[in-house]
């Protein structure tokens, strides 16, 4: 209940967090009656327990408003919908609730999570917390998916520690609930996020409902309008896992998932006969290009030495690729940086700046030099790159290999025909070695031979499959790997991955927490843009061709990557994975 002065102002905040805050019924000013919701009722002694607050501090806790009297007839009063009405769904889809069963309240949390602020209320989520058995988890989603007006979905699963919750027994409200050996904590917004909101306006009078004393309307949940269409794919979650220890896991409909899965198998071609079918981690694609969704700032480093002759040693494949995924990654208000070696950092300037002057991409890309002048490539170096002072608080939550020299066995790096180029090479290995180490960063390879940076994760197969194998295989892995046919059809798969999640509803409001807006026809036309085109990719390997770059096996500067044609080979490649999009 608030001063109608700053009513219009919550009922604002409400409809841009509607997540944790669904309006379910709104009175006017000095009503105390629901109607809509219930007969005969009085929001001044409805709840079992309300609190109060002055200033924006907690003054009491009481068991009903009357003797506040006339002071809250200039009073506006929110119900807001509350996940205690979804339990019954969940009850009779058969996925146990482990607060009934240990007879307590649900746990809730306050979160990381910043809600749109409007006004004077700007604060963090709340969130309740389930337990859910792990192969009940998406079982759970779709069952609440529908449900927006009780807060619908789940906005996280799985680490605690993501939403900045440091221990998911030690609840900020409610009680702790108990977990089961295979059980997943299960994250949904929380009606509590408007105490907090409170908390942050500091009105002179307002009151609440006390945490798990609830308005109970007359109202009957009618389940069977909550009904998820299974044959609908593009209204239909999938729960896919990111991480095991700890188990962190993200969401898109069947319909985007399966398009990623389309690209992964579409770039999985192997044009160049280097025996690749047994690198490829299936779903890896999808993995990646979700938990590079959810980064706020991420690394991409590129960049092989194995062209001979002239003053350019640099290979063009990866580079596009890089320049691809970048490009998405800022049209969807991600920072990225690329970060490259000694002797391809001036290259790289110059290649960013002329990408801007040429129209190519939108903003300057930002290339970082690592090692830093007057540093050497090693762990105490790459954890300086990647943390703030205190060595341990990342910079980037996701960093990204494409077609980058990898480390073998034997500590030195290798070409496909097992030449050593090490002494062209200031190792990014140590980076990948020291966010494997960092709290929740995801890292992501992407190769086509099996030296390169993250190739580590099927190191047996490219020793057994790969020509030169033993000699030449990166032992350096990543979370996630992409083998394709070539690393820059591998960029331009997760880019167009990248583009396939955010305008994806259940993942785009998965990927929010259920707070702020859906993408506007703007937004997407931005987003689609930013996508690579054919055009785009011929004008990024012409501008790679003008500074020196060469293809990788035949040394010329020619528009071909790998010795394979930009007409008739790479163009129809992106013809092909361009197809798998919805329609511009």
């Given amino acids: 209940m608030l001063h109608k002065s700053i009513a219009s102002n919550f009922a604002e905040f409400c409809c841009a967090n509607s997540g944790p805050l669904p309006i379910v019924f709104q009175s006017n000013v000095g009503q105390f009656s629901?109607?809509?919701?219930?007969?005969?009722?009085?929001?001044?002694?409805?709840?079992?327990?309300?609190?109060?607050?002055?200033?924006?501090?907690?003054?009491?806790?009481?068991?009903?408003?009357?003797?506040?009297?006339?002071?809250?007839?200039?009073?506006?009063?929110f119900y807001v919908g509350c996940s205690y009405s979804f339990d019954l769904a969940l009850i009779q889809s058969h996925i146990p609730l482990r607060c009934l069963e240990q007879g307590c309240d649900v746990s809730t949390f306050k979160t990381n999570i910043k809600c749109h602020a409007v006004g004077e209320f700007d604060c963090y989520q709340v969130v309740s917390m389930r337990p859910i058995p792990r192969q009940l988890v998406e079982k759970a989603f779709r069952v609440t998916h529908p449900m927006s007006d009780v807060h619908g979905a789940p906005i996280h699963i799985g680490n605690p520690g993501a939403i900045g919750i440091s221990d998911v027994l030690k609840p900020d409200y409610g009680d702790p609930n108990q977990f089961h050996s295979d059980d997943i904590a299960v994250f949904w917004s929380c009606g509590v996020t408007g105490l907090e909101a409170v908390l942050s306006a500091k009105p002179p009078l307002a009151f609440t409902h006390s945490?798990?004393?609830?308005?109970?309307?007359?109202?009957?949940?009618?389940?069977?309008?909550?009904?998820?269409?299974?044959?609908?794919?593009?209204?239909?979650?999938?729960?896919?896992?990111?991480?095991?220890?700890?188990?962190?896991?993200?969401?898109?409909?069947?319909?985007?998932?399966?398009?990623?899965?389309?690209?992964?198998?579409?770039?999985?071609?192997?044009?160049?006969?280097?025996?690749?079918?047994?690198?490829?981690?299936?779903?890896?694609?999808?993995?990646?290009?979700?938990?590079?969704?959810?980064?706020?700032?991420?690394?991409?480093?590129?960049?092989?030495?194995?062209?001979?002759?002239?003053?350019?040693?640099?290979?063009?494949?990866?580079?596009?690729?890089?320049?691809?995924?970048?490009?998405?990654?800022?049209?969807?208000?991600?920072?990225?940086?690329?970060?490259?070696?000694?002797?391809?950092?001036?290259?790289?300037?110059?290649v960013a700046q002329s990408l801007l002057a040429g129209g190519l991409?939108?903003?300057?890309?930002?290339?970082?030099?690592?090692?830093?002048?007057?540093?050497?490539?090693?762990?105490?170096?790459?954890?300086?790159?990647?943390?703030?002072?205190?060595?341990?608080?990342?910079?980037?939550?996701?960093?990204?290999?494409?077609?980058?020299?990898?480390?073998?066995?034997?500590?030195?790096?290798?070409?496909?025909?097992?030449?050593?180029?090490?002494?062209?090479?200031?190792?990014?290995?140590?980076?990948?070695?020291?966010?494997?180490?960092?709290?929740?960063?995801?890292?992501?390879?992407?190769?086509?031979?099996?030296?390169?940076?993250?190739?580590?994760?099927?190191?047996?197969?490219?020793?057994?499959?790969?020509?030169?194998?033993?000699?030449?295989?990166?032992?350096?892995?990543?979370?996630?790997?992409?083998?394709?046919?070539?690393?820059?059809?591998?960029?331009?798969?997760?880019?167009?991955?990248?583009?396939?999640?955010?305008?994806?509803?259940?993942?785009d409001r998965y990927q929010r927490r259920a707070v702020g807006f859906p993408p506007t026809k703007e937004d997407k036309a931005e987003f689609r843009e930013a996508v690579l085109s054919v055009d785009k990719a011929r004008e990024l390997l012409e501008c790679l061709l003008k500074h020196g770059f060469r293809d990788g096996i035949s040394g010329c500067s020619a528009l071909t990557v790998d010795t394979l044609p930009f007409e008739g080979i790479i163009?129809?490649?992106?013809?092909?994975?361009?197809?798998?999009?919805?329609k511009a």
């Avoid at 309300?50 to 009073?75: A, P, R, S």
């Avoid at 163009?571 to 919805?582: H, T």
């Fill in 34 to 77: 629901a109607p809509k919701i219930a007969q005969d009722s009085d929001i001044r002694s409805d709840l079992p327990r309300y609190k109060v607050y002055t200033n924006g501090i907690e003054t009491k806790e009481v068991k009903d408003l009357l003797d506040f009297g006339k002071k809250v007839n200039n009073f506006v009063s």
């Fill in 211 to 350: 945490p798990g004393g609830m308005y109970i309307s007359d109202m009957p949940m009618d389940l069977s309008k909550y009904q998820v269409n299974i044959t609908d794919p593009t209204d239909l979650p999938k729960v896919i896992p990111l991480m095991e220890e700890p188990f962190q896991a993200s969401v898109a409909s069947e319909a985007t998932v399966n398009k990623i899965k389309q690209l992964e198998q579409l770039v999985f071609d192997d044009p160049g006969e280097r025996h690749l079918e047994d690198l490829l981690v299936p779903d890896d694609l999808l993995k990646s290009a979700l938990a590079l969704s959810h980064s706020s700032s991420v690394l991409i480093t590129t960049g092989f030495p194995c062209v001979l002759g002239g003053t350019n040693p640099y290979e063009n494949d990866g580079l596009s690729g890089a320049i691809a995924i970048a490009t998405i990654l800022q049209a969807l208000k991600i920072k990225v940086t690329l970060v490259v070696e000694k002797g391809l950092y001036k290259l790289m300037k110059q």
């Fill in 361 to 507: 991409s939108k903003e300057e890309l930002p290339v970082l030099q690592y090692p830093q002048p007057n540093t050497s490539a090693c762990m105490e170096s790459a954890r300086d790159f990647l943390t703030h002072d205190d060595g341990i608080t990342p910079k980037y939550d996701h960093l990204v290999a494409i077609e980058r020299t990898g480390q073998g066995s034997d500590g030195k790096h290798h070409t496909m025909h097992d030449r050593d180029i090490s002494h062209l090479v200031d190792s990014s290995d140590y980076l990948f070695e020291v966010a494997s180490e960092l709290p929740l960063v995801f890292t992501t390879g992407i190769g086509d031979g099996g030296n390169e940076v993250g190739m580590g994760k099927v190191y047996d197969n490219v020793v057994k499959t790969v020509p030169k194998g033993a000699s030449i295989a990166c032992k350096t892995s990543t979370d996630y790997l992409i083998t394709a046919g070539l690393c820059d059809w591998g960029g331009f798969a997760l880019s167009m991955a990248l583009y396939l999640l955010r305008v994806c509803p259940i993942h």
């Fill in 571 to 582: 163009d129809d490649k992106i013809k092909q994975m361009l197809d798998i999009l919805p």
